[in-house]
């Protein structure tokens, strides 16, 4: 069992930056592979980045390659997501995921099985 835990979510503009972290609470969390994924209002949720357990491999959605950044510190059990350039179109819950049963990321939010309980984030424009 893996508890995840969101923060740094927030109001910010245009062109902005924002740093989410995501908090795990499992002793195992160094072999799993992680995923951000986001809500937008009236939307399915999608996929943003992902990476794997030694954080040598990471995945983005080509809406935000460029922009993103995803990093694992696995002696902090935390991953991060760096967003800059920050779009309106970005505004979001943006949920952190654990895939316990595979150390390669996947885009495929079916494959995660523990889920944070989201942050929003919020661009104005």
């Known amino acids: 069992q893996a508890q995840l835990v969101e923060s740094g979510g927030g109001l910010v503009q245009a062109g902005g930056s924002l740093r989410l972290s995501c908090a795990a609470s499992s002793r195992t969390f160094s072999s799993y592979a992680m995923g951000w994924f986001r809500q937008a209002p009236g939307k399915e949720r999608e996929f943003v980045a992902a990476?794997?357990?030694?954080?040598?491999?990471?995945y983005y959605a080509d809406s935000v390659k460029g922009r993103f950044t995803i990093s694992r510190d696995n002696a902090k059990s935390t991953v991060y997501l760096q967003m800059n350039s920050l779009k309106p179109e970005d505004t979001a819950v943006y949920y952190c995921?654990?895939?316990?049963?595979?150390?390669?990321?996947?885009?495929?939010?079916?494959?995660?099985?523990?889920w944070g309980q989201g942050t929003q984030v919020t661009v104005s424009s």
């Open positions: 990476i794997s357990w030694t954080g040598g491999t990471t």
């Open positions: 995921a654990a895939d316990a049963e595979g150390t390669i990321p996947t885009m495929s939010l079916y494959e995660y099985e523990y």
